[in-house]
């Protein structure tokens, strides 16, 4: 239940970056310290959702500078492969100049593609989204390990 002045209790607060970082209830239940079930009414509330989207696109975007920075570092090292190089700009040309390298078709905007290719677009970035995810290393600090209660 969020505090007489709106803000969200530092349990529910536990709850979304947990399930922001999840994206699975019962896990962020228990590293929320709340009741089972508990986290079915958050994800109910408008501001939760809110909340949880705001946290990923954090994440994302952090997930994005770090591949970016690991991305220079290896384009300019010396010694790695042109090989790999060549790959990374294949990828970072693909993602940012909207062209598929491969097929030298330009990409099109969301509003010119039919229902199948949006389809495959949508595949394509989620693929994407999930190869970088993997990489990822969780940098958020973890509530709770302190000993303070949750409310």
């Known amino acids: 239940m969020p505090l007489k002045d709106g ?7 536990a709850f979304i970056q947990a399930y922001a970082g999840t994206n699975d209830r019962e896990k ?11 986290g079915y009414r958050l994800l109910a509330r408008l501001e939760v959702q809110r909340e949880i989207n705001r946290q990923e696109r954090g994440r994302m975007l952090e997930l994005l500078h ?3 920075e690991w991305a220079l570092k290896v384009m300019r090292d010396a010694k790695k492969p042109d ?7 294949r990828e970072v040309w693909k993602l940012t100049l909207g062209a598929d ?24 970035l989620m693929k994407a989204r ?11 600090p973890s509530d ?4 303070t209660p949750f409310d």
């Open 7 to 13: 803000t969200m209790t530092r349990g529910e607060m």
């Open 28 to 38: 962020a239940e228990k590293q929320a310290k709340i009741a089972p079930g508990t």
């Open 66 to 68: 770090l591949s970016n």
């Open 83 to 89: 090989t790999i190089k060549r790959d990374i700009a």
């Open 101 to 124: 390298a491969s097929s030298g078709t330009e990409a099109k905007e969301p509003h010119e593609m039919t229902a199948d290719e949006l389809s495959a677009e949508l595949d394509r």
């Open 130 to 140: 999930d190869a970088l995810a993997e990489n990822a290393k969780d940098v958020t």
């Open 144 to 147: 709770g390990q302190d000993g």
